[in-house]
C-alpha cells in the first residue's frame, strides 16, 4: 500500500475524529499500534511516540479486554462503532473510563482507527423507530429481537445465503451479576452484548431475551462453540474466582420456506417465549434448539386452528354474575370465553397463547361483536355484560378504531356494556392507556380494571387510569384472609378506592367466611364460586341463588 494513500486516509482520520475525541490511535489487524496522537499521556501514561509497537490490550483494563476485541469485530462488519465506555490502565494501576469508538476504512481494511475521549456515555445503536433497545449493551428487547430474527431468517433464506439463529443461555446470570459493583456490571452487560452483536448477521440482530438468556442471527457456520468460549471468558474476568459461567449455546434450525413471515413472527415469538420460561440446573439450551423447528411449526398449527375458531365464531359466551355485597342484587355480568365441545384444551391455554403470539386482538375484537350481537338479541331483558379487553389490545390502534366502529353503530350499548381490562401487566403505556379508557367513558361506558392488588404496580396503574371500577385479584383477597395484616390492608385498599370514587370487587369469594370477610372489609361487590359457576344461562343463578348469604 503506498504511503499516499495511508497518509490521506490518516489524514481523514485525524481530521474527523478530533472533533470528537482527546486521543487517537490506529492499530493493524494484530492488534499493534501503528499511529497514535492526542492526550495520549493522560489516559495511557505514555506519549504517542511511546505507543508504536506496543499491544493495543496492553493498555486495556484486563475485564475490558473481551468487549474491546469484540468491538473491533464489530468493526470490520459495520464499519464502525461508536460510543462506548472501556478503561484504560496506566502504569501505576490507575483506571481511566474512556468513550471509545473504532472505524475501519474501505481502503484499509485491516486497519482499524480508533479514537478515545474521556467522557462516560452509553452505548448507541441507531435502528428504525419503535424498535427497542437496551441503551447500554445495543441489544434489542424480547419483542423486537423476535421481529428482527424473522425479517432476518426471511430476507437472508430469499437472497440465496440462509441464515440461522442462535440462543444462548447463562445459567446463574442474575447471581453472577448482583456479584458485581456498578461498574463492573456496566463493562460486563457490554461485553456480553457486544460479543453478540459483533457475531450477528449485520451487527445489530442480537437480543436479550430475559433471565440470563440472549439471541443472535447469524450467517450459516457460525462457529457457535468459539462464541460460548468467547463469552465464558468474560465472565471469568469479572470472577474473583476464575471460575466464571458455564455458557450454554444452541443453534436453531427453522425452515422458513413454507411459512408466512406473519405466521413465523407469531411462531417465533411464541417459541422464544418458551426459551425465556426454561428454569433449573437441568435446563439445557440444546435441548430446545434442537426441537424449535417443532415448536414453530406446532405454534403455527395452533396459530391456524386458533384462527379458525376465531373467524369461524366457534366458541359461546358463559355468563358469571357480580353481585353487590349487601342485598345480592345482580350488578352484572362477566363474560367469559367458553371454547366448544370438540376443543378439550382449557380457555386459560388458548387466550395465554393468543397474548403470546399477538392473535389476542383480533379474539378480543370477535368475543366483542359476539357479546353485541347477545344484547342486542336480549335488549329486553335489561342484562349488563363486562367485556374483557387485554391490555395488549389497549395498546393496539387497530384495536381501537375497529371498537370505536362498533360503540358508535349502537349508542344504547352504553345502557348495557362495561369494559374490564385483563393483563394489565401488559400495558406498554399507561399514558396512552389511560386516552384509551378516557375515550370510551366519555362515550358513557364504565371501565374496570382487573387484577388489583396482586403487585405494587397496581397503585402506579391506578394513579394514572382513571376507572369506575377495580377488581380485587382473587389471589390478595385469600391471602388476605390468612395473613395477620390481611384485614387491614384489604380495608386500606378499599378506602384508597372510595376517597378516588372507584367501586369495589372481589373475587374468588368461594365461601360463606370470605363474603363475610370481604363486606367487613367494605368491598362493594363480590363474585365466586359461592354464587355459582359460569353458565351460558345467566338467569340460572337468579334461581338457584342462596338468598340466606345476604339476610
Not at 424498535?131 to 423486537?144: A, C, F, I, P, Q
Not at 367485556?387 to 371498537?403: C, E, F, P, T
Request: net charge negative.
Amino acid at each position: 500500500m503506498g504511503f499516499s494513500v495511508l497518509s490521506s486516509a490518516r489524514d481523514k482520520f485525524v481530521a474527523f475524529a478530533f472533533c470528537w475525541a482527546d486521543a487517537l490511535i490506529e492499530v493493524d489487524q494484530s492488534r499493534r499500534i501503528l499511529f497514535a496522537v492526542g492526550a495520549t499521556k493522560a489516559l495511557t501514561g505514555a506519549r504517542p511516540e511511546e505507543l508504536i509497537g506496543k499491544d493495543l490490550n496492553a493498555l486495556i483494563d484486563p475485564k475490558d479486554r473481551v468487549l474491546t476485541d469484540q468491538l473491533l469485530e464489530m468493526t470490520a462488519k459495520r464499519g464502525r462503532i461508536h460510543n462506548v465506555v472501556i478503561h484504560f490502565t496506566t502504569p501505576d494501576g490507575a483506571r481511566h473510563p474512556v468513550s471509545f469508538a473504532g472505524y475501519v476504512m474501505p481502503d484499509l481494511k485491516d486497519h482499524h482507527f480508533l479514537a478515545f475521549r474521556s467522557t462516560v456515555s452509553l452505548t448507541e445503536a441507531g435502528d428504525e423507530e419503535g424498535v427497542e433497545r437496551d441503551k447500554e449493551t445495543g441489544l434489542l428487547s424480547g419483542t423486537s429481537f423476535s421481529e428482527k430474527a424473522v425479517q432476518q431468517l426471511k430476507d437472508s433464506a430469499a437472497s440465496g445465503q440462509p441464515a440461522e439463529m442462535t440462543l444462548v443461555n447463562l445459567p446463574g446470570f442474575e447471581k453472577f451479576y448482583e456479584t458485581l459493583s456498578a461498574d463492573e456490571r456496566q463493562v460486563f452487560k457490554n461485553t456480553v452484548g457486544t460479543t453478540l452483536r459483533a457475531n450477528s448477521i449485520d451487527g445489530n440482530s442480537a437480543g436479550e431475551i430475559g433471565g440470563g438468556k440472549f439471541g443472535v442471527v447469524h450467517a450459516a457456520g457460525l462457529d457457535v462453540a468459539a462464541l460460548e468460549n468467547t463469552i465464558a471468558q468474560a465472565t471469568k474476568a469479572f470472577d474473583p474466582t476464575g471460575k466464571g459461567i458455564d455458557v450454554q449455546a444452541g443453534t436453531v434450525q427453522i425452515d422458513t420456506s413454507d411459512i408466512s413471515e406473519e405466521d413465523l413472527a407469531k411462531g417465533l415469538a411464541y417459541t422464544i417465549n418458551h426459551f425465556k420460561e426454561q428454569v433449573g440446573e437441568k435446563f439445557n439450551v440444546k435441548d430446545i434448539t434442537q426441537n424449535m423447528n417443532g415448536l414453530v411449526q406446532e405454534a403455527v398449527q395452533s396459530l391456524n386452528k386458533f384462527r379458525g375458531m376465531v373467524t369461524g365464531n366457534d366458541f359461546q359466551i358463559a355468563f358469571h354474575p357480580i353481585l353487590q355485597v349487601r342485598t345480592g342484587a345482580v350488578h352484572h355480568y362477566e363474560a367469559l370465553v367458553r371454547f366448544n365441545g370438540r376443543y378439550e384444551e382449557s380457555p386459560y391455554k388458548y387466550i395465554t397463547f393468543a397474548e403470546e403470539t399477538g392473535l389476542i386482538t383480533e379474539f378480543d375484537i370477535a368475543m366483542m361483536r359476539k357479546c353485541i350481537e347477545w344484547l342486542r338479541k336480549n335488549k329486553a331483558d335489561r342484562v349488563s355484560i363486562a367485556v374483557n379487553i387485554s391490555g395488549r389490545s389497549v395498546d393496539s390502534d387497530a384495536y381501537g378504531q375497529q371498537l370505536h366502529a362498533l360503540l358508535d353503530t349502537d349508542t344504547w350499548l352504553k345502557d348495557f356494556l362495561l369494559f374490564e381490562i385483563t393483563e394489565s401487566a401488559r400495558v406498554a403505556d399507561l399514558q396512552r392507556a389511560n386516552n384509551f379508557v378516557q375515550s370510551v367513558r366519555n362515550k358513557g361506558f364504565h371501565v374496570c380494571l382487573d387484577d388489583f392488588g396482586a403487585g405494587a404496580a397496581s397503585f402506579q396503574y391506578l394513579s394514572v387510569l382513571e376507572v369506575d371500577v377495580v377488581k380485587l385479584d382473587g389471589s390478595a383477597v385469600q391471602n388476605a384472609q390468612k395473613a395477620p395484616k390481611g384485614r387491614a390492608f384489604m380495608k386500606a385498599l378499599t378506602t384508597l378506592c372510595k376517597t378516588m370514587k372507584v367501586e369495589t370487587i372481589a373475587e374468588m369469594v368461594d365461601s360463606k367466611e370470605a363474603l363475610e370477610f370481604v363486606r367487613d372489609c367494605g368491598v362493594d361487590h363480590v363474585q365466586g364460586w359461592l354464587f355459582g359457576k359460569p353458565d351460558p344461562d345467566p338467569w340460572s343463578f337468579i334461581k338457584k341463588l342462596d338468598r340466606r348469604l345476604f339476610s
